[in-house]
């Protein structure tokens, strides 16, 4: 059983629009933490799931932020991104935003806090993006809070909403309007990919009172896959075929180092190269022994876009 109110920050994102969803068709009572400029259409959404919608950002002093966690049981904390745009940092996006929130936990007596960060977060990250969440993880860990803290690979597929995977949308572009599709050393690193619909199952069942608390779980899709797999995949699942050609990681990491000074978002940047470069899979997959939830596979997690627009 999940006791409500709950409160979802990121509320907009791929992650929350779905989680959101869900919660409603389960009867939760949902208040939505979104940032202040979020789109009217994503706001629109999350009112067509019933949820009640607080625009404010997470240092808010305006009496919003304490109107939304009022008489809450549970948070759950999604604000982060894997390229922060011009005048972010990473520290800031995520140990930064959590500090701000587990304040305001604290002040409005909400005891359990459900974080989603990513597979790899880890004190010898080499990839800023990865230390950047350990950095949160343990923020949350020193904190008095009940927590559960959710490490998924990548996240991709479709369940509600028109938001999706940064990663595959970026693709999809790609694979859509080039005569070939480049790939950071071919592809070749090895991932887990996990179904969107698996992780908000896991997210739904780490939110029921009885859920043990103050534990990481890594989540991952049944297997492990390669970068090249996933977009030959989706090239299927689009009904093209092109040729996927490689890139150097040097390469790319130099273009990397050039747009992250003239687009305020870019392309691609240093650490997303770095992070092309390893293979990110589970160590032990929470997903089957923790949630008891066998996982989609990647085909079937790609085949749920054949029922979305977001292909189109």
């Not at 982060?80 to 929130?101: C, F, I, M, N, Y």
């Not at 479709?158 to 790609?174: E, P, T, V």
Request: charged content about 20%; glycine content about 8%.
């Amino acid at each position: 059983m999940i006791t409500g109110p709950v409160v979802v920050d990121g509320a907009t994102g791929y992650v929350g629009s779905s989680l959101v969803h869900k919660l409603g068709k389960l009867g939760v009572v949902v208040h939505c933490l979104v940032h202040p400029q979020a789109k009217a259409e994503d706001i629109a959404f999350l009112r067509s799931c019933g949820a009640k919608i607080f625009q404010c950002q997470l240092n808010d002093e305006t009496g919003v932020l304490k109107q939304a966690l009022a008489g809450a049981k549970s948070v759950v904390h999604l604000i982060g991104s894997v390229a922060p745009r011009a005048g972010e940092s990473l520290e800031d996006l995520h140990e930064g935003q959590t500090k701000h929130l587990l304040e305001a936990m604290k002040a409005n007596n909400v005891k359990k806090l459900v974080m989603v960060t990513t597979l790899g977060a880890s004190q010898q990250a080499r990839s800023a993006y990865q230390l950047s969440k350990w950095q949160q993880e343990k923020t949350v860990c020193d904190s008095d809070l009940d927590y559960v803290i959710l490490r998924p690979a990548l996240i991709l597929g479709k369940i509600a909403g028109k938001r999706d995977s940064k990663l595959i949308a970026r693709y999809r572009k790609l694979i859509l309007s080039r005569k070939s599709v480049p790939l950071i050393d071919g592809g070749k690193n090895m991932l887990q990919p996990i179904f969107i619909g698996d992780l908000i199952e896991a997210i739904c069942i780490s939110l029921e009172d009885s859920f043990a608390v103050r534990k990481i779980l890594e989540l991952g899709g049944p297997q492990p896959v390669s970068l090249r797999d996933v977009v030959a995949g989706l090239m299927t699942e689009l009904g093209l075929n092109k040729n996927l050609t490689t890139v150097p990681s040097w390469l790319a990491s130099l273009a990397g180092s050039v747009l992250e000074k003239v687009q305020k978002v870019p392309l691609v940047s240093r650490d997303q190269v770095l992070l092309s470069t390893q293979d990110t899979v589970c160590t032990e997959n929470a997903l089957l022994t923790v949630f008891g939830i066998r996982g989609r596979t990647l085909k079937e997690a790609l085949s749920s876009y054949s029922k979305s627009e977001s292909l189109n």
